[in-house]
């Protein structure tokens, strides 16, 4: 398969991103109903295809997120999670990061750190972004190395946000200025 025949726009040495379609629907439902996912959005309530037809519609067919597929560069490139940037203001060339391991075992493979990396050049080279932010649970001790190796500072704390279902813990929130 020539990755460039099927979307693939950016390429590492692990993993490789395509633009999303409305054709991996059913796997950001699947990805986005994992609990250990879900634990790790504000927004936790039962995620549906509605949600996600709604969400491309209106954010990335607008413009508003730029959203890719993580694949392994294994054969068949098996998709494994997302990567996107949300609320993309063009006009002060900022954006808010969100990325998501889906697939269990696929966690623990550094994939997210090339992610990062890969995906904050993109932001910086094609989307021509200044300064990415992302908010992330303190006692996501994993996604927050993995912000700081790509990068990203701490610049709040943001004390006992509350998420959709009721729950409160405290976030921070960091920040990476190219």
């Known amino acids: 398969m020539e990755r460039e025949k099927e979307g693939f726009v950016i390429f590492g040495e692990k993993v490789s991103l395509r633009k999303i379609t409305l054709k991996d629907t ?21 995620f549906t295809k509605e949600m996600h037809e709604v969400w491309f519609k209106e954010k990335i067919q607008k413009g508003f997120v730029e959203q890719f597929i993580i694949c392994e560069n294994t054969e068949g490139y098996r998709p494994i999670g997302s990567v996107y940037f949300r609320d993309i203001d063009s006009a002060n060339a900022t954006a808010e990061y969100g990325i998501f391991i889906g697939e269990d075992d696929a966690i623990g493979r550094e994939y997210g750190n090339e992610t990062a990396l890969l995906a904050l050049d993109y932001a910086k080279k094609v989307l021509g972004l200044k300064k990415i932010i992302l908010r992330a649970f303190k006692d996501n001790k994993a996604a927050i190395r993995s912000y700081k190796n790509a990068g990203f500072t701490k610049i709040k704390d943001l004390m006992a946000v509350e998420c959709s279902d009721g729950f409160k813990s405290d976030m921070i929130l960091m920040e990476k200025r190219f």
């Open 26 to 46: 059913a796997l950001i439902v699947k990805w986005r109903n994992n609990e250990r996912v879900r634990d790790n959005f504000v927004f936790r309530e039962h």
